[in-house]
């Protein structure tokens, strides 16, 4: 039987694709869109960090009654919402501590990438997509820290960039990993059918 290895992270592949549509619209709003009032900004980091979380926060809850995989949206999860926590609470209209809790969230986000991809994968193709958009957060958590002496608008398109390469490489993920899981379907059902024959054929003789 062609057997696919896959841990939590892979099985769920529809989360993977709300991530990506959730992130890919975030970035289309931030690179072209008009937000130059910074606490109009915080507002909307804030709120699509909340959604992040709230989809993360559903697939623990999801994973936690399958018994196994749990523990990766949970973190995802607990970082998406003390981010939108953060900027809610203390950035205000502070512009340097919105560029430190952005820039730390994109940063920590591309640590924790890198992490699933390592540990949490074990397709070549994922692997390589999980530790690609991981190097790219944390590159682009460096840049964001140091946009400080740009305008709002400049550090928040920097983070609607990372923010449509995340929408890409999340939706490409769920999606591979449709494929993969629909492969792997098969490839029980026609084992399950050919055992089911010979078990068919040993007992007429």
Not at 2 to 12: E, F, L
Not at 13 to 24: E, H, K, M, N, Q
Not at 176 to 184: G, K, L, M, P, Y
Request: net charge positive.
């Amino acid at each position: 039987m062609a057997h696919i290895n896959r841990r939590y992270i892979d099985k769920h592949w529809s989360v993977s694709v709300i991530r990506g549509v959730l992130a890919t619209a975030f970035g289309f709003t931030a690179m072209f869109g008009v937000m130059t009032n910074l606490e109009l900004v915080i507002a909307v980091v804030s709120v699509f960090m909340l959604f992040m979380g709230i989809v993360d926060s559903i697939s623990a809850l999801y994973a936690s009654t399958k018994k196994h995989g749990w523990i990766n949206s949970v973190i995802d999860a607990l970082i998406d919402v003390s981010a939108a926590m953060a900027l809610l609470f203390f950035a205000r209209n502070d512009l340097v501590m919105s560029l430190i809790i952005i820039a730390g969230y994109t940063f920590i986000s591309g640590i924790i990438d890198i992490l699933h991809g390592f540990l949490s994968t074990v397709d070549p193709t994922d692997r390589f997509i999980k530790v690609l958009v991981g190097v790219l957060g944390c590159v682009m958590g460096f840049v964001i820290l140091n946009a400080g002496e740009f305008e709002v608008m400049t550090f928040i398109r920097f983070f609607g960039a990372y923010m449509l390469v995340v929408g890409a490489t999340s939706m490409i993920y769920g999606v591979h990993n449709r494929a993969q899981n629909i492969e792997d379907k098969t490839a029980r059902s026609e084992a399950a059918k050919k055992t089911s024959k010979k078990s068919t054929k040993k007992r007429k003789k």
